[in-house]
């Protein structure tokens, strides 16, 4: 039976300045530091003779195949990146890389920032400018509202606020 999978749906081009500089960091790191003590770690296990049999030997080889297979992706997506450095002229509405907070119909609140798909932190409330929720609140304005399909039904969200820098700075 084939292992086929279809290829994974193209990722937006878009990145914050940030997050740009995040990515060539990590590329930076992984490159002149890491890749160099696993490839020392290796050649040292490779010392101790039979690599057949050698666990660090193989964990240090298996590491090395990771970080080049890193390094390859990110050397790739920051060629093809594009930095939203421009400001939007509208500030009451929601744009890439801004801040904006909405209110679903409990009354609850959430603050989201949209940036692109190689940022996304669900913990600080990044999400993906891909991401359903994202594209049905871009361009909306405060006390707009948009209605999101969601496996257990529909839910409104109002948009309550945005900003253009982080709102608990």
Do not use: C
């Not at 195949?65 to 990110?74: A, N, S």
């Not at 509202?145 to 948009?159: N, R």
């Amino acid at each position: 039976m084939p292992r086929y999978r279809p290829p994974a749906p193209k990722k937006s081009p878009y990145i914050t300045p940030e997050g740009f500089e995040r990515l060539r960091e990590e590329l930076d790191w992984l490159w002149r530091v890491r890749r160099p003590e696993v490839t020392r770690s290796v050649a040292e296990a490779a010392a101790h003779g039979d690599r057949s049999e050698n666990a660090e030997y193989i964990y240090g080889k298996k590491q090395l195949r990771e970080i080049d297979r890193r390094v390859r992706y990110l050397s790739k997506r920051l060629d093809e990146l594009n930095v939203v450095r421009e400001r939007p002229r509208e500030t009451s509405k929601v744009f890439f890389g801004v801040w904006f907070e909405v209110e679903n119909e409990s009354g609850e609140t959430f603050v989201y920032r949209i940036v692109g798909p190689d940022e996304i932190e669900p913990s600080k409330g990044w999400i993906s400018v891909d991401s359903p929720f994202a594209r049905a609140a871009l361009g909306k304005a405060v006390d707009d509202e948009f209605t999101l399909s969601l496996k257990a039904g529909e839910e409104t969200y109002v948009i309550t606020g945005v900003w253009h820098e982080s709102p608990h700075t």
